[in-house]
């Protein structure tokens, strides 16, 4: 057993017409029953557990394994020796600013460093995501196998194969996914169809009786087969572990705060028809104190996303960590819709970033692109100015003062 972690398999059970027993004619009837090789076990790595979907991996990977993240809030990154592992969103040149400021350096050699950085793409490479497919524990598999024998319906072929491979691969420790594929009825006799029938209330019944897992709202996360390895090794060291988002947000603390007197100088310049200057504004985003500068990165790069996509750096590295760091707010949205804006609002309270600023834009951006032209200055009967439009009360204790 690998360090406490179940092994996870997934079983393929197959009611197809050869895989069932036939009577002395040749035919599927009540008394046919499954052969030894209806059932396919196959292991597919070790299960680390469920993640929801509003979550992200890099909070499962901390909540859910024994890396030894660092404590954000007592690391000294100064006099550190860096591993970079593969997969980071980590510009070159501002490695070279930490470097500069900290006294850090980078090393090749695993084992010599003082802090192995490590990325999203990383543990998105090692653990396998399966959407609405999440493993029952063996004793939910075992009572599967029970009612299928209840039902008369394995054979005991079947039945030998199965407590070797039980036995052989030490399941009763493990995980197990029972997946029968679609049949299309039409296609099979009465006989067959009541026995598949019968199999898959069987099977659904004990996956979905699953001590809360299976949920629609989350999927099972499982290190592959062929990557234990090397997460483990990554897993037993000393060593500590950095996120490379972390890393930016200290380099980031050194670098120049945008304020929010430049929002419409930088939003006509993103607007502009010359790809130089649009292009320039993405420099600037990547390389501000994001945290310090929120309104004016979260409101461009939200607001303005499309315009931003069309840029001769979108896909160099500085930018990449960029849009890394600002995904929720990407996507070109439908300024015509209240959707969008009540969807802004709400991601700067999930971050806790909501400011009077941030509220003052959004109304404006509201009123001129959809309620000025139906309640605005030249409204043919209603008339509501736009002091009017204000914050829900309930949401006023989420705005922030802004530092």
């Known amino acids: 057993m690998k360090n406490n972690m179940k092994k996870n398999y997934q079983v393929q059970l197959q009611m197809g017409e050869d895989y069932l027993t036939k009577n002395s004619l040749g035919q599927i009837d009540h008394t046919s029953k499954l052969k030894s090789s209806a059932f396919t076990i196959t292991e597919v790595g070790y299960w680390l557990g469920e993640m ?59 084992n010599k460093a003082d802090v192995h950085v490590v990325s999203d793409k990383l543990f998105e490479n090692l653990i396998k995501t399966d959407w609405y497919r999440t493993p029952c524990p063996f004793e939910n598999f075992v009572a599967i196998l029970q009612d299928l024998k209840k039902k008369d319906l394995l054979s005991e072929e079947c039945i030998t194969m199965l407590k070797k491979e039980i036995e052989d691969n030490d399941l009763s420790n493990s995980m197990i996914h029972v997946n029968i594929p679609y049949y299309n009825s039409r296609n099979n006799s009465r006989s067959q169809t009541q026995l598949i029938e019968q199999g898959e209330e069987i099977v659904q019944r004990h996956m979905d009786n699953n001590n809360g897992r299976g949920s629609e709202q989350s999927s099972s996360m499982t290190i592959k087969s062929e990557d ?66 929120f309104d004016i ?15 001769s750096n979108w896909n160099t590295i500085n930018v990449k960590a960029l849009r890394k760091k600002m995904t929720k707010y990407s996507g070109g949205p439908q300024t015509s819709a209240i959707w969008t804006y009540n969807h802004y609002i709400n991601l700067l309270i999930a971050d806790n970033k909501l400011t009077k600023f941030a509220v003052d834009r959004t109304r404006e951006k509201l009123y001129n692109n959809v309620l000025g032209s139906l309640v605005g200055s030249h409204a043919d009967v209603f008339h509501v100015p736009l002091e009017s439009l204000v914050i829900k009360n309930s949401l006023t204790e989420k705005i922030i003062n802004h530092d």
């Open 297 to 311: 990165v979260s409101g461009i790069f939200f607001w303005q996303y499309n315009w931003l996509k069309e840029t």
């Open 52 to 110: 929801a979907h509003e979550d992200d991996i890099s909070n499962f990977v901390k909540n859910n394994t024994k890396l030894k993240f660092v404590n954000k809030e007592t690391f000294s990154i100064q006099d550190k020796i860096l591993f970079r592992f593969p997969k980071l969103d980590l510009p070159r040149q501002k490695v070279d600013l930490l470097k500069e400021k900290y006294n850090v350096k980078v090393i090749r050699d695993y």
């Open 228 to 293: 234990v390895d090397a997460f483990l090794k990554l897993e037993s060291t000393n060593i500590e572990i950095m996120y490379d988002t972390d890393v930016i947000d200290i380099i980031d603390e050194e670098l120049a705060i945008i304020d929010n007197t430049e929002y419409d100088t930088i939003l006509k310049m993103t607007e502009s028809s010359d790809i130089e200057n649009r292009s320039l504004v993405l420099e600037m985003l990547a390389n501000c104190n994001i945290s310090k500068s």
